[in-house]
């Protein structure tokens, strides 16, 4: 049985939990804007003082130019951050490849997983998955004439399934689904299956090796506050990599780069997943960002972020707002969205009082609990704007802007 | 008739031009090492004092974090330094998005152009292009059920040809290629064209409007001194927009991103182009870079690049040194490859001597010639080292690293 401390309840109380937290450390390594209460980490993750890029533009660009290849180990930055984030997902060394989009790793990811079983013909992904994941997987069944069937991550798998792609945390509902169970059905099913982790990863313990995942992606802005639009990354098991088939085949993943052939033939383990000449800007910046985790348990963090996303919610429902996130800790992420009747006003009402969260259409308060800088007394003083401004106040209608971005 | 100037024949004639040069300006604006010759900027340009980011690291991101997506307008990143590449490139706006890497958008662009002419079975690439263009080529034709042919820019089309891919210029010998006259063949044999002018780009005119390119991808870190991995571009002919069919479905090129739907309707426009969330780290680096060319004519780059690669050649052919890259101005990039009995090992010794050029197995020692920040007497003073070595050193065999990226 485990013990689940009830919420506090006074603001008294979060202080006293806040000064017993053992995370209390982390958040000052962060440069958060004075006052801010930011519940958008699980969108883009807060910057870390560890984080400056002065000595890569101007020492090791400006300075050392092309040289920094070698001299200041660009082109080990993929594999070495690949390593780093691996640790964060259950993953021994070796099986993560950091690099481009999240895009374009679902499409690496899918098109290698489909390849791993020829003979099927069916690709699975959650009808609430997030829009990429559903966009790409088409893509892709298109290009290999597969079909591309939209389910829950909790249905039965159909026939002839060769692929099953879900996201361990729903982004939208902060739904977790049982990685574990559905990796063991995908396998009875005699399928591989893709896991996107982009809701999960730095957030809550995942783990790949231990699950067995196939394949899975993962982007870095959000928990692992890599920065806007900071590389994502890809995991292929070590016991597909020796056939792992991956379609964007850039010279970085040649198995003899510098020997400039013309034909591809891929290196051998996860260096075949690096694609072309990498953002190293941007990569040196989520390098940095890395850093905070030699410190950080991610049992401290989950129960943090249990704690913060019960305390959020107990004050929903006090306040009788209805909250679609699931109570059950194994079925939560990090995040709690609740549906309000008018949730975009509502958002831009909170963000005029220093309160970030963010909307999603057509009825969702999003909020996110990013363990390592956010507070109890900041849920406690959030949740607190959140029940005045929707027991007191006419909102009035707000344009919508064009850009907010996952 | 053009009037060709000799190359200058002594140190201080090569002074006077220097003294001459209308872009001398421009070299005021890099913040090069002192001392160093630094003939790779045809693989890493140099850093421009422009380029910070101290902003977009503790303000932008810092501080404003994802309110920055509308407040400092990243969301509109990718079109805006689009539309800047496009500028150098002959493109009319909104015809080029910027994101990703290289390898990425020619994968978009390889696969765009062959479902343009679903009914032909045959894509050309050039078997001397880079090797990532041989590479994604052999991996759309197989995605797609093409036949992948590799010919010379200069040679007859086959039957049944539907893309054709060449480069402008040749990343190893320098060769310039006649865009105009081979997308007329291209075209006359009822083909669509992709030009890669990542060896063109910031370093010659580049006409793609005029000649009528239907697609065309780029690099920005070689002569655009984007940064190390900056992102790459990808241009797509106003005429084909409405139809042209991308593979990487990413949710930021949808007709309504915000909306958050379930299957993909692209966005109209060069919009579609978009792919994830783009690097906007690397990307706003970029975008310093690009500021160099509010002041700089093309045409004085075309005709200092000229004047600078026959210096060296005149130089060489002097010391009795093959030069592997074409005579014919019309013929050449902006770069000097010479073959040598022993080209890595001058490579080397040159680089401890302070002047950085680049080797190219087997025999090619490969000079860039960035006509923004390279000055005659450089070229001078470079040439002068490099025959120095060739005729009295005795060079030890030397251990080749890891990593010189292209």
New interface residues.
Partial sequence: VSFEPRPPDSRSAAIALDAADPLAFARERF?L?PG?I?L?GN??G??TSS????DA??R????D??????ANA??TLPRRIGDRIGALVGAASGQVMCG?????QL?QALTAAARLRPERRVLITD?AN???D???A??VGR??GLDVQ?TSPIDPLPEDVGVVAFSTVDYRTGERWNDEAITDAAHEAGAVIVWDVSHAVGALPVELDRIGADLAVG?S?KYLNG??????WIYVAARHQPWVDL?????HG?VD????????TPAAGIERAR?????????L?LEGALEIWRDVSLADVRAKSLALTDLAIARADAAGLETVTPRGHDRRGSQVALRLSRAYEVCQAL?RRGI?G?F??PDLLRLGFAPLYLRHTDVWDAMDELVHLVETESLAAAP???????
């Fill in positions: 440069d804007p801010l930011y958008d969108s883009l807060a910057k984080v400056s890029l002065d533009v101007n090791q660009w400006g300075r130019l092309i040289t920094s290849w070698n660009w082109w481009d989009s999240t895009t374009v499409f009808g997030f829009p990429t559903q966009y790409v088409d893509s290009l290999l939209r982007c802005y920065g806007p639009g900071a590389p994502a379609p964007l085949t850039g010279w040649h780069p510098f020997g400039l052939t013309s034909t591809y694609i072309g000449t990498p953002p190293v800007l941007s990569m910046a963000i970030i963010d999603r259409a919508r802007p064009e850009g907010v971005v996952t």
